[in-house]
């Protein structure tokens, strides 16, 4: 084996055995590489012992303000509930998700760019970075309904062909975020196991599961373990509050039954150095505004 076959072995296998296993992860959280930037070395450690860190206040109330005027806007306009890009909840008819907003929104395209947030992003994976994936996704009071425990990494590695965990995903809370309206669940620490998932990946898997995701959840068995060793906490905190968590950090969330609804925009960022290559368990890619497929690092 060659040195250039490092970025298509398979160091992460899933979805592909009958068993579900726990594999070590053999990748850092935090890279070297990018010694300054916004992040505090307590933020840095914090992110790299749990797996993620919460920025308070990453955005004013007066641009919480002009994100949620934006969020509404894509929200009631005709041709981006019609897009492909929009994923619409069945029963309610409401939209649940946009993909791809930072290229739809100059103003989410400001934010990508926008040094609080790239070069944190620089910061957690020692590099240049680019948007592997975007979305505003909105959860309504009453009918939010949420997504079982997952690691979005096992998904990005079978379906979108990232060779390794070198991500991190920013949540922006454009609401306040309480205990009981929906709010992101994590396991602190469990970014440090791999949990090999069993099925197999059915074809255009991405037209439900961004809906409901059925095939890479954890067996209930593998989520108790890891649940006794690391417990679980919440991201809670007022609007313009920001969850920056590892690709590979366990997590999920419940319904949301409270009158509250719950907005965040979320980005993606992948380093140049862990650009796609085919998916490791997938008979094809998933389209493009799901999953980038060009690594082109983001510049101010
Ligand atoms: O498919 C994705 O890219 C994201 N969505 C879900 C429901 N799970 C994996 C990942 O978070
Ligand atoms: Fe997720």
């Known amino acids: ?43 840095l450690a914090s992110h790299d012992a749990k797996g993620f860190h919460i920025v308070e206040g990453l955005l004013s109330p007066a641009e919480v303000q002009a994100y949620w005027q934006e969020l509404e ?7 981006v509930r019609a897009d492909e890009r929009t994923v619409i909840e069945a029963k309610s008819n409401e939209v649940r998700s946009i993909f791809e907003v930072h ?16 070069d944190r992003a620089r910061q957690l994976l020692g590099s240049d970075v680019y948007v592997h994936q ?17 690691s979005d990494f096992e998904t990005w590695h079978a379906e979108d062909g ?19 309206n929906g709010g992101l669940m994590l396991m602190p620490g469990a970014h ?3 949990v090999s998932c069993i099925g197999e990946t059915p074809d255009d898997n991405y037209k439900s599961s961004l809906k409901e995701q059925k095939i890479g959840v954890p067996t209930e068995d593998d989520i108790t373990k890891l ?22 950090s366990m997590h999920g969330s419940g319904n949301n039954i409270t009158p509250y609804p719950r907005s965040n ?36």
């Open 192 to 194: 440090r196991t791999f």
């Open 134 to 150: 975007s979305r505003i996704n909105y959860m309504p009071g009453y009918r939010g309904t949420g997504f079982y425990w997952h």
């Open 162 to 180: 990232l060779p390794g965990p070198r991500a991190v995903s920013l949540s922006v809370a454009l609401t306040d975020n309480y205990p009981f």
């Open 227 to 248: 649940a006794y060793e690391h417990g679980i906490e919440q991201f809670t905190g007022p609007a313009g509050s920001a969850l920056w968590f590892d690709s590979n």
């Open 73 to 79: 806007r894509l929200t009631t306009d005709d041709s």
């Open 1 to 43: 084996m060659t040195v250039a076959d490092v970025s298509t072995q398979d160091r992460y296998p899933t979805r592909v055995s009958a068993e579900s296993a726990m594999l070590d992860r053999t990748d850092p959280v935090v890279w070297p590489g990018v010694d300054s930037g916004p992040a505090t070395s307590a933020e």
């Open 103 to 118: 290229l739809l929104s100059e103003l989410v395209h400001e934010l990508v760019r926008d040094p609080r947030v790239l």
């Open 265 to 300: 925009i979320f980005i993606v960022f992948n380093s140049v150095d862990n650009a796609p290559v085919e998916p490791f368990a997938a008979s094809g890619r998933r389209p493009g505004f799901v999953a980038a497929r060009t690594a082109d690092p983001v510049r101010r």
